[in-house]
């Protein structure tokens, strides 16, 4: 009972913030329709006890089946069962993560079905899977994590002069759309998993972060071949702006079916895997399995209930305030809010809350999830003004932030300690889920809306590429003084 409640607290005191932040702006800048307000007042509440029900399977369901599986494809011995073993994962996982779907099918009604919401996805998938592949592989050959990086962004830094502006941004953003609710806590005990059989315990310590970073790349790298193979260079765009109903509960009973199928799809995949596993391999007690499939069954109420929550109580909200924040005269508005809105609603982030509890975990206690979420909201508040600002001049190209932003990244990975390096990478990945995909890109769109000359399309897809980078650098930012802090000898053993 005690876990229960203290889980409810931290989710509470996360979604709080956003809850109030907005209730602030309805008494002064932007008053919303009444239906409005009640709409998101019900869907915190649900996000609240969503999250809650949610994080709790996650414990007792996702990460046992990860950390098992883990153990079990390394014990094996043999580097081909961990390749295919990373593929099939890396494949059925990410072909089940919901908020791919929610990108895809933006994607694909922004540009009228000439990209179609499959292809994505089955492309996004594949890319995700030959990474993960070589990331578990990276794990067992003990190579460095930051070596990997670098040749993978520069990869990504080549193609990237070869893909069109529209594809750049919908290729950034399908890799934080990958790195959902559900992928997260998956791929975190796989990784954990496999590296807690290593004997060395400051290399294991070490690998338990950035293979989420390495899956993630695989996503960016899949969706600029297919823009580059297929030649789709001009995409025009809108998105169609969603009349703001009266009605209040319907929004959520029309979402409700359709998100319990989404889910329910997303958890069968590693329900039957793990299921496979138990019958040849695992041979686990009646009372584990009992306790893992309870697991699985509160993952998916507590899932469903969170985006249904997101996504009939907030988006609307989301749109409603950057729309009007907008049209005020004075722009700065726009930008302030975006980076408060910024620093609030990554606290409500599912998977952030995951990957701050497993780096406390992990190096016992050494870095606190306290100070990782203060410098994750700092990065992407950041992040969000800073795209605002790029949608108030339009002269302002994506590329012009990203390419030196991950130059940046990269080039701090070779002096930071190791153990951030992971943890920053894979929070990049993190940073952008359920509750940035909608709220805050809704609020970007929104002002997109608003201002005259500035693309929805460019300008509303490269926002969560933003918000998947810049928590990169402020992660390794604080590793830096991590490493200034224990000069005197602390750190050795951490990094």
Do not use: C
């Not at 007042?41 to 007792?60: C, E, K, Q, S, Y």
């Not at 295919?84 to 933006?106: M, N, R, Y």
């Not at 995409?235 to 929004?251: D, M, N, W």
């Not at 609603?345 to 050494?366: K, R």
Request: glycine residues 10%; charged residues 10%.
């Amino acid at each position: 009972m005690s876990v229960i409640i203290s889980k409810f607290k931290e989710v509470l005191y996360s979604v709080l913030p956003i809850t109030v932040l907005v209730l602030i702006l309805n008494f002064t800048l932007t008053p919303i329709e009444t239906p409005l307000i009640i709409r998101f007042l019900m869907g915190a509440t649900l996000i609240i006890v969503g999250l809650t029900i949610f994080l709790i399977g996650v414990d007792i369901g996702i990460t046992p089946i990860g950390n098992t599986m883990g153990s079990a494809i390394v014990k094996t011995n043999k580097i081909w069962i961990v390749a295919v073993a990373g593929l099939l994962l890396g494949f059925f996982i990410s072909i089940a993560e919901p908020d791919l779907h929610i990108l895809a099918g933006q994607v694909d009604s922004v540009t009228s079905g000439l990209i179609s919401k499959i292809s994505i996805i089955v492309i996004v998938s594949i890319g995700i899977a030959v990474l993960l592949s070589i990331g578990l592989i990276r794990i067992v050959y003990n190579f460095p994590l930051y070596k990997l990086l670098t040749v993978l962004y520069g990869i990504i830094l080549i193609l990237a002069i070869f893909t069109s502006p529209e594809f750049l941004a919908i290729s950034f953003d399908a890799s934080g759309a990958t790195t959902g609710a559900l992928t997260v806590p998956f791929i975190l005990a796989l990784a954990m998993g496999v590296s807690m059989l290593k004997k060395d315990s400051k290399s294991s310590e070490k690998d338990s972060f950035g293979l989420v970073a390495i899956a993630s790349t695989g996503a960016i790298i899949a969706v600029m071949i297919m823009s580059i193979v297929s030649k789709t260079d001009k995409i025009t765009g809108s998105l169609e702006q969603e009349t703001t109903s009266t009605a209040i509960l319907g929004p959520f009973l029309h979402k409700f079916p359709i998100i319990a199928g989404e889910v329910m799809l997303a958890l069968l995949p590693i329900l039957i895997i793990f299921l496979l596993f138990q019958r040849i391999y695992f041979k686990l007690s009646t009372k584990v399995v009992r306790k893992i499939l309870f697991g699985i069954l509160f993952t998916f109420i507590g899932l469903v209930i969170f985006l249904v929550g997101v996504n009939a109580g907030f988006m609307d909200v989301g749109s409603a305030v950057g729309y009007s924040i907008a049209s005020l005269d004075n722009k700065f508005y726009v930008v302030l809010i975006g980076f408060i809105l910024g620093l609030v609603t990554i606290l409500a982030e599912p998977a952030v809350y995951v990957l701050t509890h497993q780096i406390e975990d992990v190096t016992s206690g050494y870095v606190r999830r306290k100070i990782v979420l203060f410098t994750l909201s700092i990065g992407v508040g950041i992040a969000v003004a800073l795209s605002m600002v790029r949608i108030i001049i339009p002269e302002l190209q994506l590329w012009q932030y990203l390419l030196p932003g991950y130059i940046i990244s990269i080039a701090m990975s070779y002096y930071v300690p190791k153990l951030f390096v992971g943890m920053a990478f894979d929070s990049g990945g993190v940073a952008s889920g359920p509750m940035t995909a909608t709220f805050i890109l809704a609020y970007a769109q929104g002002a997109a809306g608003a201002i005259e000359g500035a693309n929805v399309l460019v300008d509303g897809f490269g926002m969560i590429a933003m918000v998947a980078m810049t928590p990169i650098i402020a992660l390794q930012v604080l590793g830096v003084i991590f490493k200034l802090k224990s000069k005197k000898g602390g750190i050795e053993a951490h990094g």
